[in-house]
């Protein structure tokens, strides 16, 4: 019965009436009670307890500052409003709060104590391009505040990826209409009719060619955003970075003017205004990188040979098995060949032994994880709760408090590790049988009473 209440009624949002139903279906009424309101009842307890669980892990994991890289986002369901905030790495949801604006102070009054409370110093933040979102980066956070690549890509697909496309589907049909006209014609009528089909054919490879070489530099604007060149392992700069995003700026530029494509909404001047913060998330991570390893007084060949020869083998291995796209799985797979090939060529990791080797490999798995271009993550959790409110017909704030608790310390990825467990490093107790040990006595049925079934043929006597 907690199985159900946990898995539907917390973390799918299924209400009680549907749940009372179910219970009924599989015949346990005459053992506990199911009616809607005591399972509410039941639900609230669960709901209190896990916020209880959230706390007493907090209080005994052990305290030390911790780095971070966040992303912040707010996500809107008619006049609700919910503001996110989460570690990148782990997964870990620092905040969810229903509030009733989105300004800076707002979102600095509900970060601020989390933060402190958590020991969190934030590296860097990742967020789209919102004010209130840039400025509690930059004067909250004290830290650079890095544009999402996925928004900015998907700027540049709705002005340019979208009229190529409807483009795209005229000339398909302007060639079919050609050709069904040139089948129909009279001898007289082809040479004229071929002329046209001619025209029609090369206005169609001139927007394939376009649409080929958008979606090419599109998908590059990804390809540029890594530590390191997908061509030689170099490490990419902020300087590098932002030539190539320029570069494909006027690649857009090029074929917005051939396809004379109007740039309504100022998509390319909005992505060229965010180079910078685009690249700002490679230079972080360099930054950090260095600071770890100054900080713990490597000497220059194995600084060299750990940001030279180990990180890029770690990271393209990485991602290799990260991403879902063949074509990038596939530049990948090469740039991570290559990099191996580099690291066998260099006699360096011989000198070291074997517990050194071993100590600076989880070192470097542990510092590719830190490296965040994207806030899809919260996205993701958006998606949720968009599903938990239409579900559940609306979100409480208990209710939002309960669903951050489950998914912090209840939902495991494939390595079977919940977001606490990765973002403070050490096991927990498991959420489920620690709600069970401290539910209350599952209450006992209600005796039902004889229904009535009335006959509106009997007649009752009545009084003269």
Known sequence: MFAVLYKFGLQH???????????????????????????????????????????????????????????????????????????????????????????????????????????????????????????????????????????????????????????????????????????????????????????AIEARTRIDKAKQNYHENLLGITDDLHPFSLEDNTHNTVASITLTLEKRAAVFEAIAVQQDIPDKHNALRKFRGQVAALASHVSF????????????????????????TLLPVIYWHYHLHKTKNPSQRKRYREAWQRAVKDFNANPFHASLAECEQQRWLEWAEWMVRQYHRS???????????????????????????????????????????????RFYGTAFPDLFGWLVKHMDEIPLPRKARQRVIRNPLKLQDVPA
């Open 375 to 421: 806030s899809s993550a919260v996205e993701g959790r958006n998606g949720r709760l968009s599903q938990l409110y239409h579900n559940g017909r609306g979100v409480t704030e208990s209710r939002l408090k309960a669903s951050t608790v489950i998914h912090n310390y209840g939902i495991k990825r494939s390595d079977g590790t919940t977001a606490a467990e």
């Open 13 to 199: 949002a299924v209400g009680a009436d549907a749940l009372a139903d179910f219970f009924k279906l599989i015949r346990i009424g005459t053992h506990v009670g199911i009616s809607p309101s005591a399972l509410r009842t039941q639900l609230s307890k669960m709901e209190a307890l896990t916020l209880t669980f959230q706390d007493s892990c907090e209080q005994s994991a052990p305290a030390q500052v911790r780095k971070a890289v966040l992303a912040a986002d707010e996500t809107f369901f008619g006049e609700l409003l919910i503001l996110v905030l989460m570690d990148l790495s782990s997964g870990y949801l620092l905040l969810e709060s229903i509030q009733d604006d989105r300004r800076f102070d707002t979102w600095l009054a509900q970060a601020t104590p989390r933060l402190d409370a958590l020991g969190i110093e934030v590296g860097h933040a990742v967020s789209d391009r919102a004010k209130a979102l840039i400025k509690l980066a930059v004067e909250g956070f004290d830290c650079d505040s890095g544009a999402d690549v996925f928004h900015e890509q998907y700027g540049l697909s709705r002005w340019l990826g979208s009229a190529l496309g409807r483009r795209k589907v005229k000339a398909d049909k302007h060639c079919d209409v050609a050709q069904k006209a040139l089948n129909k014609a009279d001898i007289d009528e082809q040479a004229a009719l071929e002329i046209q089909q001619l025209e």
């Open 285 to 308: 991570w360099w930054l950090w990188v260095d600071e770890i390893l100054l900080d713990g007084a490597v000497d220059e060949p194995t600084r060299q040979w750990l940001t030279g």
